[in-house]
């Protein structure tokens, strides 16, 4: 039972630069969400999704774009990549927040040079 | 709007010591409350829950009840370990409507010494 699943680890861009960090869950949740945690800032919510075919923003979805083609992936990309972007991103997924609370990968961290 | 206030660490104690994590949370409605725990390294991990008012969740030693009157979901252990720390995160989701978003308190860095 992989759970969520992350990739890279660690990534070093340089300015300008666009990438995509990969999260896929075999949980079979319909809900998926992309955080950034910065310090002394807690986690922020980028963009999230509620089932296939359905994405919508969260607090900070600017720099960043998704798509959720299947239950099962749920990518973050980059456009063009800025300093300010520097920090660790997490994928997490849940049935419901409401009663099971979110599973969480490993997180992304993210230098932007 | 939702939100989630904790009180400030970092936090160092002692083996066998104390520990309490002050939350409270502005929301509308009755939301559902959650601690999350961050061990160094890895990403966050469910510690407890409680989705009505009294409600207490418990798990691995710690406890957490829901004051609706107080607004607050304080988390507390009552023996720490070097292996509790961590950073801890108090998070909440209103409903109704399915709200499914998660609120995050900003973290507190627990520090558990030997």
């Known amino acids: 039972n992989a759970g969520v699943t992350q990739t890279p680890k660690f990534q070093v861009l340089k300015t300008g630069q666009s990438m995509t960090l990969q ?23 980028i963009h999230y999704s509620v089932g296939a075919g359905i994405t919508d923003q969260g607090e900070v979805p600017n720099g960043y774009n998704v798509s959720r083609s299947t239950t099962e992936d749920f990518p973050l990309r980059l456009l063009s990549a800025a300093p300010s972007q520097t920090s ?13 609370g979110y599973t969480f990968g490993s997180g992304t961290r993210l230098t932007v040079v | 709007g939702n939100s989630v206030t904790q009180m400030e660490g970092p936090v160092t104690l002692s083996e066998e010591a104390f520990l309490t994590i002050n ?25 407890l829950k409680a989705t009505k ?16 009157e107080t607004t607050s979901f304080h988390l507390e252990k009552g023996s720490v370990q070097v292996s509790d720390s961590a950073v801890y995160f108090c998070a909440l989701s209103r409903p109704p409507n399915n709200d499914y978003k998660l609120s995050f308190g900003a973290g507190t860095t627990v520090t558990v010494r030997a």
């Open chain 2, 23 to 47: 939350c409270t949370y502005t929301a509308t409605g009755y939301p559902s409350l959650f601690w999350y725990v961050q061990y160094p390294g890895e990403g966050l991990q469910l510690l």
């Open chain 2, 53 to 68: 008012a009294d409600d207490k969740g418990s798990n691995k030693g710690f406890e957490a009840t829901y004051r609706k």
């Open chain 1, 23 to 45: 999260c896929a869950q075999d949980m079979n949740h319909e809900y998926m969400s992309w955080y950034r945690q910065d310090p002394g800032m807690g986690l922020r919510l």
């Open chain 1, 88 to 100: 660790v991103y997490f994928c997490a997924s849940s049935y419901s927040s409401q009663n099971y």
